[in-house]
């Protein structure tokens, strides 16, 4: 009798611990109208980036010709972005994007804080690629 009581105080004890565990790791949530407050602090809009003068664009890149069925799919891919304090002034307010339809990294003031620097390509020279 005494074994079964200690059987079933562990069963209850690590169902307890389970419960427990689960409650505290459960994602938190909020109500709609907390929500609908934050999210209203927060907007977007389009803003075009720098493009460098003179460059033609392509719709289509020029891929491996074992590729050229997936050419359409590997155009859509590859852009990035990504912004820095490249002129060291404590504010990240410069840019760094890379545009597939002219195979370039282009680094440039962030649109909107002001004509810093002409916008020019970053090109890996001296690099093994």
């Given at each position: 009798?005494?074994?079964?009581?200690n059987?079933?105080?562990?069963?209850?004890?690590?169902?307890?611990v389970?419960?427990?565990?689960y409650?505290?790791?459960?994602?938190?949530?909020?109500?709609?109208?907390?929500?609908?407050?934050?999210?209203?602090?927060?907007?977007?809009?389009?803003?075009?980036?720098?493009?460098?003068p003179?460059v033609e664009?392509?719709?289509?890149?020029?891929?491996?010709?074992?590729m050229?069925?997936?050419?359409?799919?590997?155009?859509?891919?590859?852009?990035?972005?990504?912004?820095?304090d490249?002129?060291?002034?404590?504010?990240?307010?410069?840019?760094?994007?890379?545009?597939?339809r002219?195979?370039?990294?282009?680094i440039?003031?962030?649109?909107?804080?002001?004509d810093?620097?002409?916008?020019?390509e970053?090109?890996?020279?001296?690099?093994?690629?």
């Amino acid at each position: 009798m005494k074994h079964a009581n200690n059987q079933t105080l562990k069963r209850v004890t690590a169902i307890g611990v389970i419960v427990a565990l689960y409650w505290f790791a459960r994602l938190p949530t909020l109500a709609d109208a907390e929500r609908t407050d934050l999210a209203s602090r927060f907007s977007f809009f389009r803003i075009p980036l720098p493009e460098m003068p003179g460059v033609e664009m392509k719709s289509i890149r020029t891929v491996h010709r074992d590729m050229d069925h997936f050419a359409a799919w590997i155009s859509s891919i590859g852009a990035a972005v990504a912004i820095n304090d490249l002129d060291n002034d404590g504010l990240e307010n410069d840019l760094c994007h890379v545009d597939p339809r002219t195979d370039m990294a282009i680094i440039s003031p962030v649109p909107g804080s002001g004509d810093r620097f002409k916008p020019f390509e970053l090109k890996p020279t001296g690099l093994p690629l």
